[in-house]
């Protein structure tokens, strides 16, 4: 479970990235966060695995506090969230291979990891995720050889590999077409429901989150503006979202408006 | 009290000078009068033969400079190739070089000598052959199949006059065969101090350095003196130049000359000195004098070592 | 699930193979050449390390204060010296650098600019005193030529690594708007380049405070000068007070030009 | 999102930069500026003439030293060898040493201050003693011979190193290694997986460059009494054989070719 | 008017990016080009101004054959053809205006530009692009200092500076929310139609495709399988571009299939 109690975070610049979140999550949920550019919503999925560290408030994950977590702790939260990142972050000079297997740093010796000694299971796993992406084919191939979407497919075969109790997925089909997003988000919200692992993902589409999430979180200037569940989902939602209805006036005019 | 001791060399001088003044004249009526500069730079190389170095000629170039009337500056260079190639493109005038850096000089771009320092009341000095005191070297023979720390082979005290004077003594021809066949090993350390350094850890038997350079070592070593003793010395080396370019003008450098012997009479010049290049005074010079170190020259140059 | 299995490694051809080998065989060789030709008494350098500690790490804890005037004015001296050779290498360096950085010239010209370099770096120091001090006599200027020339040829090389490390999807950007090769410089290549350049330079310059000993050679006096002298006369304690008058002012532009760096990265 | 409507041509077009930034770069444009022609000025005033005759003085003393006389090419390579030796060992030591000390002082690395402050001010003194001190210092400590001149080069090029390397690991592209710390690897794992490959290219030529420079530095060698060389160098030069001075000049150049050629290669073949 | 006759690209490393392709674009056309990802979007957009250079075949615009074109003439052709990136490509260490004045550099000499002495319109139509894009309050910002999406906008709005006759754009919503997204697929149709800037868009999202495009161009391993307006779009379009039908057995399946 995933507890957000009044959480708040200022870069240090000074910009204001999350104001007063109060979120819970249960376990097995598939929440899909929508929200504009910079909303804040990178931001609130970054929180979860302290790749951000909010300035204020609590945030418990089964029921700690992840706020003081640092070292061993704080690994040990990483190794159980998986994610998945908007531009891909991958080792440009590495192999696929190599990249999806850093999936499992965290479940392997510091030695072992050092002197490439995977276990037999890891490699395979490794593989069989690549599979899911249908990517298999590029198994040796530097990851700065592939497409923008073929990357993105490999960074998603590396948190599978993880096999982490939470995944976090910072917009993960931005650069994929329509048949692999589809399929990714298929097989995110199959695991979601299969091994009952809790899944965030951040999507700009919302007919595409209409379509996956289980509940539907509205970011706008760092503060949820709606959270509930698809069903609850209305014009008036898009409205507090977007700042404005959406498609009608909104769409076409936006730059008619300019 | 210098010159009384330069006093033999002074009649070869003015012979020297004649037959000088006769050559440059041919030169002068090809070309035109000899120059006198706008500002007279000085060139200073100090010699490692010597046991503290100075690193500025400023009071010197002053007062030389109130003599003469005209601006002189003084520059002190760590390498003598840099004095000898800046005094034959004229960008140095006068230059205050070691023996060897003068023949150098002297043979490409006929830098002549006028002065010399006098130090410990002598135009000249010697190199030493320093051993252990418990070594049980008496003679330069029983140097035979020892090893020889030296500090570099240009270096005159250091190298080239022993090296020579061994050759002459057992002869060899090289100083490839000396070192290899006379000495069991050589040792090139980089200075003279560590030489002396290297006989007395017992790195090497016997090191050739100037006279001498157990008093530098004194204080770090405080029983140098009687753990090192000298085995000998080498034949007289000349000391420093003072010297000139071909291009200035005569009267100018008997200008020059006057000024720089005059110090002799100058007591608080004779302390700067004293105090500075351990200079006791200056005396004329002759490029005969430094005969005996073109000689020396002449036999390295060609067959040296290459290691 | 499947079996976990995974597809052979594609082979490597056997070129490729042989080429491995002979590199790891032409390595191995050349450590075992170096330690057969290397022969260091070890018992001799300790037993030596023990005794002299006492003569000389006291002396250089224990600067000469009387010289600090003397050294400070020398290392003031250094200091304008070097600036002025960094800056002038700095700025020879960069035409040099895209000349070499094979990615601004194409292969063959970037060839010929790593030649120029390389050959600039084997030039030792004392021959550049030399040519300077014959071009425009004994003084500062020569050891400002000296130290430009010297320090180009590793500027350059140094510039010209950063050029070919550069993004080039900004440039095929700026291709793309029809800008100009110039343009393309100044818009894509230096807003990307001019951070580390500056602290390749700024960094040279120091290289150039403490490797100053050139300007003994050309007569422009500084410090290098009076570490010759120091050395030459044993004197560690000045030796101790001109180590500390560096530290001090490396230590100052160090912070100077991290804040300038801070203020145009 | 749009408050105002924009008009084509707008009545207060912006300068591109921000007065504040435009006053403080220019201000230190103008500093910098002001104490390069202050030390031109300065360091000029003691020329003497013009720089009128300088390419005619230089061409002679340039001639001097041609044709190079390759004679002497055997009898140099020995020292040649030495010299290559010793930079290989000292090279190879600090390569070594230089991976802690770098990662210790990456900003992005090490995240604990003090221990970065540390490892940057020992590095920032050790950088700054200059070879010719060193090459002193540990000759006055541990004798003449191969050793000091080899601690040299190894204290030496550490600090170059070291710095080189720290701040091309400051560059790298962060966001990998936050994908591996998300994936719960602990900083050796982040390091190894996330930064080694991006690093090692740079890593590769600097190393490199650095047993260039100390086969350069061999002249500094010389001085100590380590051979090399450097010291038949000075050799000849003392004894004014430029020819055969010439001649070494051509083999240390070569050298720094093979050497590039080599880097060249190994940053191709990471890269 | 652009035309590819018989045009292919091999890349150096033996990938066929383009597969003897023959496509004629009219004036004033606003053509989407939909494909999987690596089917040779990206390649076949960058051809038209020459970022990659086909191997054979030739390709007119404006009835002159620009694959001979270099120096002077091919600076020409990218000044009238502006270009929005995938990847933004923006330079990140300088700030925002800056990166958007860098539009106008074909149409600025070389020495005003490099002083920065840009004419009062360029820079007034550089901040009135910004404005465009909502983003002119970020004018002094680095660009690094940007959300992804906040970068992808500065990025149209410099091609928005250059005021070319073409505009090329690769993947350029992939980063940006759904109303952003339309609000910038709209003021490319508009410019489009107002101005007959023949407009070349290489989408993921068919849905969008159809929602703007005069005509969509359907692509697939290098090949051009599906050409012609929206209009004749049909199941069986997809099923060309994406090797299967949409939707139905794939999307869902894709994830049941490893
Ligand atoms: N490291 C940072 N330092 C300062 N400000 C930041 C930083 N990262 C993000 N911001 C700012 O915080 C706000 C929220 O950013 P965030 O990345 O969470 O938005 P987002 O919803 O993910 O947007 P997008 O859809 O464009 O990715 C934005 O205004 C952004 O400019
Ligand atoms: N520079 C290159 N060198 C070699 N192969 C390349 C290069 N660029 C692209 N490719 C390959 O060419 C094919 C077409 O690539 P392209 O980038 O045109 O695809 P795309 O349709 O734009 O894909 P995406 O939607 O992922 O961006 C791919 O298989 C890709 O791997
Ligand atoms: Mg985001
Ligand atoms: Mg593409």
Same mark, same amino acid.
């Given at each position: 479970?995933?507890?957000?109690?009044?959480?708040?975070?200022? =870069?240090?610049?000074?910009?204001?990235?999350?104001?007063?979140?109060?979120?819970?999550?249960?376990?097995?949920?598939?929440?899909?966060?929508?929200?504009?550019?910079?909303?804040?919503?990178?931001?609130? /999925?970054?929180?979860?695995?302290?790749?951000?560290?909010?300035?204020?408030?609590?945030?418990? /994950?089964?029921?700690?506090? /992840?706020?003081?977590?640092?070292?061993?702790?704080?690994?040990?939260?990483?190794?159980?969230?998986?994610? !998945?990142?908007?531009? =891909?972050?991958?080792?440009?000079?590495?192999?696929?291979?190599?990249?999806?297997?850093?999936?499992?740093?965290?479940?392997?010796?510091?030695?072992?990891?050092?002197?490439?000694?995977?276990?037999?299971?890891?490699?395979?796993?490794? =593989?069989?995720?690549?599979?899911?992406?249908?990517?298999?084919?590029?198994?040796?191939?530097?990851?700065?050889?592939?497409?923008?979407?073929?990357?993105?497919?490999?960074? /998603?075969?590396?948190?599978?590999?993880?096999?982490?109790?939470?995944?976090?997925?910072?917009?993960?089909?931005?650069?994929?077409?329509?048949?692999?997003?589809?399929?990714?988000?298929?097989?995110?919200?199959?695991?979601?429901?299969?091994?009952?692992?809790?899944?965030?993902?951040?999507?700009?589409?919302?007919?595409?989150?209409?379509? =996956?999430?289980?509940?539907?979180?509205?970011?706008?200037?760092?503060?949820?503006?709606?959270?509930?569940?698809?069903?609850?989902?209305?014009?008036?939602?898009?409205?507090? !979202?977007?700042?404005?209805?959406?498609?009608?006036?909104?769409?076409?005019?936006?730059?008619?408006?300019? | 009290?210098?010159?009384?001791?330069?006093?033999?060399?002074?009649?070869?001088?003015?012979?020297?000078?004649?037959?000088?003044?006769?050559?440059?004249?041919?030169?002068?009526?090809?070309?035109?009068?000899?120059?006198?500069?706008?500002?007279? &730079?000085?060139?200073?190389?100090?010699? #490692?033969?010597?046991?503290?170095?100075?690193?500025? &000629?400023?009071?010197?170039?002053?007062?030389?400079?109130?003599?003469?009337? $005209?601006?002189?500056?003084?520059?002190?260079?760590?390498?003598?190739?840099?004095?000898?190639?800046?005094?034959?493109?004229?960008?140095? #005038?006068?230059?205050?070089?070691?023996?060897?850096?003068?023949?150098?000089?002297?043979? #490409?771009?006929?830098?002549?000598?006028?002065?010399?320092?006098?130090?410990?009341?002598?135009?000249?000095?010697?190199?030493?052959?320093?051993?252990?005191?418990?070594?049980?070297?008496?003679?330069?023979?029983?140097?035979?199949?020892?090893?020889?720390?030296?500090?570099?082979?240009?270096?005159?005290?250091?190298?080239?006059?022993?090296?020579? #004077?061994?050759?002459?003594?057992?002869?060899?021809?090289?100083?490839?065969?000396?070192?290899?066949?006379?000495?069991?090993?050589?040792?090139?350390?980089?200075?003279?101090?560590?030489?002396?350094?290297?006989?007395?850890?017992?790195?090497?038997?016997?090191?050739?350095?100037?006279?001498?350079?157990?008093?530098?070592?004194?204080?770090?070593?405080?029983?140098?003196?009687?753990?090192?003793?000298?085995?000998?010395?080498?034949?007289? $080396?000349?000391?420093?130049?003072?010297?000139?370019?071909?291009?200035?003008?005569?009267?100018?450098?008997?200008?020059?000359?006057? &000024?720089?012997?005059?110090?002799?009479?100058?007591?608080?010049?004779?302390?700067?000195?004293?105090?500075?290049?351990?200079?006791?005074? $200056?005396?004329?010079?002759?490029?005969?004098?430094?005969?005996?170190?073109?000689?020396?020259?002449?036999?390295?140059?060609?067959? $040296?070592?290459?290691? | 699930?499947?079996?976990?299995?995974?597809?052979?490694?594609?082979?490597?051809?056997?070129?490729?193979?042989?080429?491995?080998?002979?590199?790891?065989?032409?390595?191995?060789?050349?450590?075992?050449?170096?330690?057969?030709?290397?022969?260091?008494?070890?018992?001799?350098?300790?037993?030596?390390?023990?005794?002299?500690?006492?003569?000389?790490?006291?002396?250089?804890?224990?600067?000469?204060?009387?010289?600090?005037?003397?050294?400070?004015?020398?290392?003031?001296?250094?200091?304008?010296?070097?600036?002025?050779?960094?800056?002038?290498?700095?700025?020879?360096?960069?035409?040099?650098?895209?000349?070499?950085?094979?990615?601004?010239?194409?292969?063959?010209?970037?060839?010929?600019?790593?030649?120029?370099?390389?050959?600039?770096?084997?030039?030792?120091?004392?021959?550049?005193?030399?040519?300077?001090?014959?071009?425009?006599?004994?003084?500062?200027?020569?050891?400002?030529?000296?130290?430009?020339?010297?320090?180009?040829?590793?500027?350059?090389?140094?510039?010209?690594?950063?050029?070919?490390?550069?993004?080039?999807?900004?440039?095929?950007?700026?291709?793309?708007?029809?800008?100009?090769?110039?343009?393309?410089?100044?818009?894509?290549?230096?807003?990307?380049?001019?951070?580390?350049?500056?602290?390749?330079?700024?960094?040279?310059?120091?290289?150039?405070?403490?490797?100053?000993?050139?300007?003994?050679?050309?007569?422009?006096?500084?410090?290098?000068?009076?570490?010759?002298?120091?050395?030459?006369?044993?004197?560690?304690?000045?030796?101790?007070?001109?180590?500390?008058?560096?530290?001090?002012?490396?230590?100052?532009?160090?912070?100077?030009?991290?804040?300038?760096?801070?203020?145009?990265? | 999102?749009?408050?105002?409507?924009?008009?084509?041509?707008?009545?207060?077009?912006?300068?591109?930069?921000?007065?504040?930034?435009?006053?403080?770069?220019?201000?230190?444009?103008?500093?910098?500026?002001?104490?390069?022609?202050?030390?031109?000025?300065?360091?000029?005033?003691?020329?003497?003439?013009?720089?009128?005759? +300088?390419?005619?003085?230089?061409? @002679?003393?340039?001639?001097?030293?041609?044709?190079?006389?390759?004679?002497?090419?055997?009898?140099?390579?020995?020292?040649?060898?030495?010299?290559?030796?010793?930079?290989?060992? +000292?090279?190879?030591?600090?390569?070594?040493?230089?991976?802690?000390?770098?990662?210790?002082?990456?900003?992005?690395?090490?995240?604990?201050?003090?221990?970065?402050?540390?490892?940057?001010?020992?590095?920032?003194?050790?950088?700054?003693?200059?070879?010719? @001190?060193? +090459? @002193?210092?540990?000759?006055?400590?541990?004798?003449?011979?191969?050793?000091?001149?080899?601690?040299?080069?190894?204290?030496?090029?550490?600090?170059?190193? +070291?710095?080189?390397?720290?701040?091309?690991?400051?560059?790298?592209?962060?966001?990998?290694?936050?994908?591996?710390?998300?994936?719960?690897?602990?900083?050796?794992?982040?390091?190894?997986?996330?930064?080694?490959?991006?690093?090692?290219?740079?890593?590769?030529?600097? @190393?490199?460059?650095?047993?260039?420079?100390?086969?350069?530095?061999?002249?500094?060698?010389?001085?100590?009494?380590?051979?090399?060389?450097?010291?038949?160098?000075?050799?000849?030069?003392?004894?004014?054989?430029?020819?055969?001075?010439?001649?070494?000049?051509?083999?240390?150049?070569?050298?720094?070719?093979?050497?590039?050629?080599?880097?060249?290669?190994?940053?191709?073949?990471?890269?």
């Amino acid at each position: 479970m995933i507890e957000f109690k009044d959480v708040s975070l200022v =870069y240090p610049n000074g910009t204001q990235g999350l104001k007063n979140i109060n979120v819970k999550i249960n376990d097995g949920e598939f929440v899909v966060i929508v929200g504009l550019s910079g909303a804040g919503k990178s931001t609130f /999925i970054r929180s979860i695995n302290r790749l951000v560290t909010p300035t204020s408030g609590s945030l418990l /994950i089964d029921n700690e506090d /992840i706020l003081s977590y640092h070292g061993k702790n704080l690994r040990k939260l990483r190794t159980k969230t998986g994610m !998945i990142f908007q531009n =891909y972050n991958l080792v440009k000079r590495s192999n696929v291979l190599k990249n999806v297997l850093a999936g499992r740093l965290g479940h392997t010796g510091t030695l072992r990891s050092i002197l490439n000694l995977y276990k037999k299971e890891d490699i395979g796993l490794a =593989y069989e995720s690549l599979k899911r992406v249908n990517i298999e084919e590029k198994l040796y191939n530097r990851a700065d050889e592939l497409s923008g979407g073929q990357q993105q497919r490999v960074s /998603i075969a590396r948190v599978l590999t993880q096999q982490p109790n939470y995944i976090l997925a910072d917009e993960p089909v931005a650069s994929l077409d329509p048949p692999t997003s589809h399929q990714v988000m298929t097989y995110l919200k199959k695991i979601n429901k299969e091994d009952n692992i809790t899944t965030i993902v951040n999507l700009h589409f919302i007919d595409m989150a209409m379509e =996956y999430a289980d509940r539907i979180i509205g970011m706008r200037a760092g503060e949820v503006v709606f959270d509930g569940p698809v069903s609850e989902v209305s014009e008036q939602t898009f409205e507090e !979202i977007y700042g404005r209805s959406i498609r009608e006036d909104d769409l076409r005019g936006g730059a008619n408006k300019s | 009290g210098g010159s009384d001791e330069s006093d033999s060399s002074n009649g070869g001088e003015t012979e020297d000078s004649g037959s000088e003044e006769s050559a440059s004249d041919e030169e002068s009526t090809e070309e035109s009068e000899g120059m006198i500069p706008e500002t007279l &730079v000085i060139g200073f190389v100090p010699s #490692q033969d010597s046991d503290t170095i100075a690193d500025t &000629v400023e009071p010197l170039a002053e007062r030389l400079g109130e003599e003469l009337g $005209i601006e002189v500056q003084g520059q002190v260079m760590t390498n003598y190739n840099a004095l000898v190639e800046a005094m034959g493109a004229n960008q140095v #005038q006068v230059g205050f070089i070691p023996a060897f850096g003068y023949v150098l000089a002297n043979e #490409q771009y006929d830098v002549e000598v006028i002065l010399k320092s006098i130090r410990y009341g002598s135009g000249t000095y010697k190199a030493q052959y320093v051993v252990r005191s418990d070594s049980g070297i008496e003679s330069l023979a029983d140097l035979e199949g020892k090893i020889w720390a030296y500090g570099d082979q240009t270096s005159t005290s250091g190298y080239l006059f022993p090296a020579s #004077q061994l050759m002459e003594e057992f002869g060899y021809d090289t100083s490839a065969e000396l070192e290899a066949n006379f000495f069991s090993g050589t040792t090139q350390t980089g200075g003279h101090d560590n030489s002396a350094i290297a006989v007395y850890e017992g790195e090497a038997d016997v090191a050739t350095t100037f006279d001498d350079v157990r008093t530098e070592l004194e204080e770090e070593y405080p029983d140098v003196m009687d753990e090192l003793t000298i085995l000998g010395y080498t034949d007289e $080396i000349p000391n420093d130049t003072i010297s000139v370019t071909k291009e200035l003008d005569k009267e100018f450098v008997q200008q020059i000359k006057d &000024v720089f012997l005059s110090f002799n009479d100058d007591e608080e010049m004779i302390s700067i000195m004293n105090e500075v290049y351990n200079w006791d005074a $200056i005396d004329e010079a002759t490029d005969e004098e430094y005969q005996v170190v073109k000689d020396t020259y002449a036999k390295f140059k060609d067959n $040296i070592t290459l290691e | 699930m499947e079996n976990y299995s995974l597809p052979p490694k594609p082979k490597n051809s056997l070129w490729k193979k042989i080429k491995t080998i002979v590199i790891t065989l032409l390595v191995i060789g050349l450590y075992v050449w170096t330690f057969t030709g290397i022969d260091i008494e070890w018992s001799r350098v300790i037993e030596r390390a023990l005794n002299n500690f006492q003569r000389v790490i006291p002396k250089l804890l224990s600067p000469d204060w009387s010289a600090t005037s003397e050294v400070a004015l020398a290392m003031l001296e250094t200091v304008f010296i070097a600036f002025a050779g960094s800056l002038m290498a700095a700025i020879l360096a960069v035409p040099i650098a895209f000349l070499a950085a094979n990615n601004m010239m194409g292969k063959y010209l970037s060839v010929i600019g790593k030649w120029i370099l390389s050959a600039v770096r084997a030039f030792p120091d004392i021959i550049l005193a030399i040519l300077f001090v014959v071009a425009v006599g004994p003084n500062a200027f020569a050891g400002v030529l000296a130290i430009a020339i010297g320090s180009t040829g590793m500027l350059g090389k140094m510039f010209s690594e950063i050029i070919e490390s550069i993004d080039m999807d900004i440039v095929e950007a700026m291709q793309a708007n029809g800008a100009n090769r110039i343009q393309i410089l100044f818009y894509a290549v230096m807003p990307q380049i001019i951070p580390e350049f500056l602290s390749y330079a700024i960094y040279r310059f120091e290289v150039d405070i403490r490797a100053s000993s050139i300007l003994g050679i050309v007569g422009a006096g500084g410090i290098g000068t009076m570490i010759i002298f120091a050395s030459n006369n044993r004197n560690w304690n000045e030796m101790g007070t001109i180590l500390l008058a560096i530290i001090i002012v490396v230590t100052i532009i160090d912070f100077a030009s991290a804040r300038i760096r801070r203020k145009i990265v | 999102m749009t408050k105002e409507k924009p008009s084509l041509t707008a009545d207060k077009t912006p300068s591109i930069y921000p007065a504040k930034t435009k006053m403080q770069v220019t201000l230190i444009f103008f500093v910098i500026i002001g104490i390069y022609l202050f030390s031109m000025y300065w360091t000029q005033r003691e020329m003497v003439g013009g720089i009128g005759g +300088a390419l005619g003085n230089m061409y @002679v003393v340039i001639e001097k030293f041609f044709p190079p006389n390759f004679a002497v090419l055997p009898a140099i390579w020995e020292p040649m060898a030495q010299t290559i030796q010793m930079a290989i060992l +000292a090279t190879t030591v600090s390569a070594i040493l230089t991976v802690p000390l770098a990662l210790l002082s990456a900003q992005n690395v090490t995240t604990f201050k003090p221990l970065y402050y540390l490892t940057r001010t020992f590095l920032n003194i050790l950088r700054t003693i200059p070879d010719l @001190v060193l +090459a @002193v210092l540990f000759v006055g400590l541990f004798g003449i011979g191969l050793f000091p001149g080899i601690l040299a080069l190894i204290v030496f090029s550490l600090g170059i190193l +070291a710095k080189l390397i720290s701040e091309t690991i400051e560059s790298v592209d962060m966001n990998p290694m936050e994908a591996m710390r998300a994936s719960g690897g602990n900083t050796l794992q982040v390091i190894w997986y996330a930064l080694v490959p991006q690093v090692a290219p740079q890593f590769a030529s600097l @190393v490199l460059y650095v047993f260039e420079i100390n086969i350069r530095a061999s002249v500094v060698l010389g001085l100590v009494g380590a051979g090399g060389i450097g010291l038949i160098l000075n050799q000849q030069l003392g004894f004014y054989n430029y020819p055969n001075a010439m001649a070494i000049i051509i083999l240390i150049f070569v050298v720094v070719i093979v050497i590039e050629f080599i880097s060249n290669k190994i940053r191709e073949a990471l890269l």
